[in-house]
């Protein structure tokens, strides 16, 4: 397989892939949706009853305009930074469990209204790396006598437990377009004329008297071409062994990252499916 970079950014990457098949694109697919691990909050513990403000000399209630349940959803959904080389899941971790910092993050979220609470406002409790990525995600909004106090704990997961931990989104691929013009005998210039106008990404330009083809890369195979040229001198099929791939993230981690750790788990997979498969008599 031959691996072109068309795209790399903070929270995106495109990938143009040759010599390969449908099949193990959307192996990579389905690894990057649902196996790479990473950090979110999966437990909050609420004060209740009242918030005392001393400089103030002022009680805040605790109630807020949203269930703690939605609160907690809320803060699940949070892009924790994840880096998988310090963190491990609770059940293979050293302290069995009971939480550590190999294993968890503790969050804490200390905010007196009237304001909005925002994803900046869940401080960590300790390196202050660990704060949340994107520092403009509402959380909830607190009148002018509520509080808000919780500390919320983040763990190691997968999308197959919940979408929280789910570190890749948008991810999909098609196969290279391949769009040909062969002028058939009955065609007109008019005839050629219309396809331009129909084709969405803008694929053709007729110029001195020829239909050509600009930006095949860019075709999504919806068939207008083919359809308003109706003596069949365009024709789109697809080259099944290139694909076009591409994947966002939530910015707990690169793109680059999700995608090794996708590659790496698949490779785990396939040795010990190979070495089963060598140890059948």
């Not at 403009?136 to 500390?151: E, H, K, S, T």
Request: glycine share 6%.
């Amino acid at each position: 397989m031959e691996v072109t970079v068309r795209e790399l950014r903070d929270r995106r990457l495109r990938l143009f892939l040759e010599g390969t098949t449908a099949a193990q694109v959307n192996a990579i697919r389905r690894v990057l949706l649902s196996d790479v691990p990473k950090m979110a909050v999966d437990d909050v513990e609420f004060h209740l009853g009242s918030i005392r403000d001393e400089a103030k000399a002022k009680d805040y209630d605790s109630a807020t305009s949203l269930f703690d349940e939605s609160i907690a959803l809320r803060l699940g959904l949070l892009p924790i930074p994840t880096d998988l080389k310090q963190f491990r899941f609770k059940a293979e971790c050293a302290c069995k469990g009971e939480g550590c910092p190999n294993c968890q993050i503790v969050y804490a979220i200390d905010r007196k209204g009237p304001c909005t609470v925002y994803s900046q406002d869940v401080v960590p409790l300790g390196d202050p790396h660990l704060a949340v990525h994107e520092p403009d995600i509402p959380v909830v909004r607190l009148g002018a006598n509520q509080a808000l106090l919780a500390y919320a704990t983040a763990i190691l997961g997968t999308a197959r437990e919940h979408s929280k931990w789910q570190v890749a989104n948008a991810v999909g691929y098609h196969e290279q377009p391949r769009v040909k013009v062969a002028r058939t005998k009955d065609c007109s210039d008019a005839c050629l004329k219309k396809v331009p106008g129909v084709c969405p990404p803008g694929v053709f330009r007729f110029e001195e008297g020829k239909l050509k083809v600009v930006r095949e890369d860019d075709c999504i195979f919806c068939g207008a071409c083919e359809e308003a040229c109706e003596h069949g001198s365009v024709t789109v099929s697809a080259d099944e062994t290139k694909f076009h791939f591409q994947f966002e993230t939530d910015s707990s981690m690169t793109p680059r990252e999700a995608l090794r750790f996708a590659l790496g788990n698949l490779k785990e997979r396939f040795s010990e499916l190979r070495e089963a498969v060598l140890a059948i008599p």
